[in-house]
């Protein structure tokens, strides 16, 4: 079993930025893919990045790209969602997701493609 906590959501202004923490323990497997997905009020869960271990190869949606990042904690198996220039619209509950492998990358926007899931945490952006 693997285990996924995520913590650094919050209240943020239009324009800062906020970074998200997701440390994975357990039997993880050299290789795996891990992504961050989103869910808004109302609106269906969305993929918003991914990042497969071997090769440090990411991936992004189009409405995050350029703005947001996951980079890695090389000491341990922590990942990050860095967000800068935040807007109302990325107000949502985020969660990261493992793959314990990896992913082609035709499959990494499916959330059926991820076998373990954190809690989630609240990201709000208002003035």
């Known amino acids: 079993q693997v285990q996924l906590v995520e913590s650094g959501g919050g209240l943020v202004q239009p324009g800062g930025s906020l970074r998200l923490s997701c440390a994975a323990s357990?039997?993880?497997?050299?290789?795996?893919?891990i992504a961050w997905f989103r869910q808004a009020p109302g609106k269906e869960r969305e993929f918003v990045g991914a990042r497969r271990w071997t090769g440090g190869d990411t991936f992004y949606a189009d409405s995050v790209k350029g703005r947001f990042t996951i980079p890695r904690d090389n000491a341990g198996n922590t990942v990050y969602l860095q967000m800068n220039r935040l807007n109302a619209e990325d107000t949502a509950v985020y969660y990261c997701?493992?793959?314990?492998?990896?992913?082609?990358?035709?499959?990494?926007?499916?959330?059926?493609?991820?076998?373990?899931w954190g809690q989630g945490t609240q990201v709000t952006v208002s003035s």
């Open positions: 997701a493992l793959h314990n492998g990896r992913l082609i990358v035709s499959r990494l926007r499916s959330e059926e493609s991820y076998d373990y």
């Open positions: 357990g039997r993880v497997f050299s290789g795996y893919t």
